[in-house]
């Protein structure tokens, strides 16, 4: 069933970079606590997915200067990576700058796949968690990189206005080759 999935996902997201960066919503699994009661519509839910979706569509764009990225990102957006190893990465400000470093960071390995999402409401109906697995090939150190991911977006007007991602360095740092090269500096 994940290979299904991911082959429609990736299908969705890596047409044309011509076409709008709004690929059909990306299925997952609603998180939720029965016993409290839902703070978001399915149409909401629906839109978060569509938007990370489309985020993630920049990992399997075949042109990723051409992907038009910058429809899905709100102007003032503010997107976080605590966990990045370079400090400039960690906090990004503005549409045009998350776009030019987000395609600079997905050059970094090839051939994604993401599957496995879930869907988290929270009490405020704009802000959802989101937990996917992602896998892909690391060029420069000829491994696989098969990470989880948990994310936190925020949506305002039809687009992403707050990203905060998390995952595990280690298992970053072993597939990309940047733990040799801490422990030898």
Known sequence: ???????????ALAGSAQAEAQPIPTPYTLQRDADIPG????PQQDEAMRLMGAYL???????????????????????????????????IRGRPQIAAALRQLSAEATDWKFSDFRLFETPHPDVFFIQYRGRAYVPATHRIYDQVFLA????????????YELWDRGVRAVAFGTLARKKSS
């Open 1 to 11: 069933m994940n290979t299904i999935r991911t082959l429609i996902i990736a299908v």
């Open 39 to 42: 703070s978001t519509t399915k």
């Open 57 to 91: 569509g920049l990992w399997l764009a075949q042109d990723r200067d051409r992907y038009p990225y910058e429809q899905v990102i709100a102007e003032d957006a503010v997107f976080q990576y605590p966990y990045s190893e370079e400090q400039r990465l960690r906090r």
């Open 152 to 163: 936190r977006i925020t949506v305002r007007d039809r687009k992403i206005a707050d990203y």
